[in-house]
């Protein structure tokens, strides 16, 4: 039985099969992690306001204290949209077998993925002292995550029609170019 590393001159090798499923699960492990890590009280509104002023007023010196808290209102919903968007992204791509095609079941559990990782993300939140969770936020995250799905399944459909026509045309050119009478005996 071959051990999982080889030894030898090689020895840092893993093998093929190993290493595509880690090169297609590492990104949606890793964007999971940094979402983990959003959730942390590193990423308070109270934390990140202080640096969102820092650069608003640097690009704006007039911009009123009620503008900015809806800028970074603005911006931290932005942030669960498109962080979720990322998200359904790489979950997509571990459990697909490549952008070949779009399958409801896959775009389902793409989504349940992203609803139990915006779940656990809220309550964690919940946990924390300088945080907290909100149900509307997970409808933010699902929004992002919808959203991807979405144009991921536009422009597979679209992708594969496209090849489709292609087809039908190249074959319709072959059969004009071939003789379609034959000559008489």
């Known amino acids: 039985m071959p051990y999982p590393l080889q030894i030898g001159r090689n020895s840092a090798r893993l093998p093929k099969n190993l290493q595509f499923q880690l090169f297609r699960w590492f990104p949606a492990l890793a964007w999971t992690a940094v979402i983990a890590w959003f959730s942390s009280a590193t990423f308070a509104a109270s934390e990140t306001?202080?640096?969102?002023?820092?650069?608003?007023?640097?690009?704006?010196?007039?911009?009123?204290a009620g503008h900015l808290d809806f800028l970074h209102t603005l911006l931290r919903k932005g942030a669960h949209v498109t962080a979720y968007a990322i998200l359904s992204l790489c979950w997509f791509q571990a459990l697909s077998p490549g952008f070949k095609l779009w399958q409801p079941a896959l775009v389902l559990r793409v989504l349940l993925i992203c609803l139990s990782v915006a779940c656990w993300d809220e309550y964690h939140q919940s946990l924390q002292p300088s945080r907290t969770g909100s149900i509307w936020d997970v409808g933010w995250d699902m929004s992002g995550a919808l959203g991807q799905q979405t144009?991921?399944?536009?422009?597979?459909?679209?992708?594969k029609k496209t090849r489709t026509v292609m087809a039908e045309q190249l074959q319709a050119s072959d059969q004009a170019e071939s003789p379609t009478t034959s000559l008489p005996a």
Do not use: C
Request: glycine share 16%; hydrophobic share 55%; net charge positive.
């Open 49 to 64: 306001g202080g640096v969102l002023e820092w650069v608003l007023k640097g690009l704006w010196p007039t911009l009123s």
């Open 151 to 159: 144009l991921l399944a536009l422009w597979l459909t679209g992708r």
